[in-house]
């Protein structure tokens, strides 16, 4: 059995690895979803675009379901804190989530123009509002998050909805929002042809650049805002309450990291990288390689983040010393221990057989396709 204080840093990577995989896998489910009525520019090229998500989107949303699940098993102070405190914003990626499965199961059921139209904004809203919300949730981390412990670890939580979309934190939104867009734009170019394929690849490109702007601005914006940094704690490999820490607040603190490890600078800049690897493949033609342009982003985007705010998981504003960490909130010893051998039993069945799937549904989705199956596909 491996140490305690080595499993607590175990998890903390596995739950950002789930975090990167719902970002890569439905990132590029919900991107095509945003996009749906900017690129598709009649019934049919609108109908090319779901079908190439059709096979995978309800697999992929796994990513997520798994990722609070683990955010529940590893980290329960986290999980109660965060789904309380932050209960409306929740419940509002809950709903928009319920609109793409009934968006995608309904929209073509009925040939009425009205009906599909109305399916559309369903799975646009579904689409968008999560990839928002998430981005807004970790621009409130780099903040803190308006809470506090009372000595029997019970959380009060005293912040509101609203007060959750200030300037900062949208920003970070429009970072997800960029995120995922691009992930669907990079894929529409990779599995469509023809005019929808030349108006996807023309959007990748823009978003790339838009991905790149505000991914710089964000990194600028964190570098004046106070940061928290840990004074003493007590001993990482030790069952601790996270009211066993001193935390304090300087500006650029969220750089202590990078400060002390340099080679971890070159994470954010393979988001960088990433851009501008869409933007010359997309111009060669190799879409592929863009796709993974794209999805090189995402890692470089979520991990820049998580890099950062290490080890916080959850910054209080209102009292500094109750934040929650990957050291004082975790699960017992053999809970993450028994967790990490279902994960690496697992993990690599679920990447193979994602693998396998997408092998088998490759090729492009086009209009004469949708025409000749059109009363057995989406």
């Known amino acids: 059995m491996l140490d305690y204080a080595t499993l607590k840093l175990i998890w903390w990577a596995l739950v950002g690895v789930l975090l990167i995989g719902f970002a890569i896998m439905d990132g590029h489910d919900m991107g095509v979803g945003m996009l749906l009525p900017i690129l598709g520019k ?7 675009m779901i079908n190439t998500v059709a096979p995978h989107w309800d697999g992929n949303q796994v990513w997520f ?15 109660a804190t965060a789904f309380s405190g932050m209960y409306w914003a929740l419940l509002l990626v809950l709903f928009a989530l319920f609109f793409r499965p009934v968006g995608f199961e309904y929209r073509s059921k009925l040939p009425d123009p009205t009906w599909r139209k109305a399916w559309d904004g369903g799975l646009v809203f579904g689409s968008a509002v999560p990839a928002l919300v998430f981005g807004v949730a970790f621009g409130n981390l780099f903040l803190g998050v308006p809470f506090r412990l009372d000595e029997t670890m019970r959380s009060f939580y005293s912040g509101s909805f609203w007060a959750l979309l200030n300037p900062f934190a949208l920003l970070f939104g429009v970072v997800s929002l960029s995120m995922l867009a691009l992930q669907g734009a990079t894929f529409l170019s990779h599995r469509t042809n023809g005019d929808l394929q030349a108006r996807a690849k023309k959007a990748a490109s823009v978003i790339a650049v838009v991905l790149l702007v505000v991914f710089s601005l964000g990194g600028i914006w964190v570098w004046f805002i106070d940061g928290y940094i840990i004074v003493s704690i007590a001993d990482f490999g030790a069952s601790i309450n996270p009211l066993m820490k001193e935390v304090t607040r300087s500006p650029g603190a969220w750089f202590t990291n990078y400060g002390s490890y340099p080679i971890l600078w070159l994470v954010p800049a393979l988001a960088y990288v990433g851009g501008i690897v869409v933007l010359l493949t997309l111009r060669a033609g190799k879409t592929l390689w863009a796709f993974v342009g794209s999805s090189l982003a995402c890692v470089s985007v979520i991990s820049t983040a998580g890099i950062a705010l290490f080890p916080f998981v959850l910054p209080s504003s209102e009292m500094p010393n109750a934040s929650l960490t990957a050291w004082d909130a975790t699960s017992s010893h053999f809970t993450l221990n028994v967790m990490l051998y279902v994960a690496l039993i697992f993990t690599p069945i679920v990447i193979i057989y994602t693998g396998w799937a997408y092998h088998v549904m490759a090729g492009k989705v086009t209009r004469d396709f949708i025409v000749e199956n059109d009363k057995t596909l989406y």
């Open 65 to 79: 379901i798994t990722a609070g699940g683990a955010i529940f098993a590893a980290w329960p102070f986290v999980y």
């Open 42 to 48: 009649d019934d049919i090229e609108r109908r090319v």
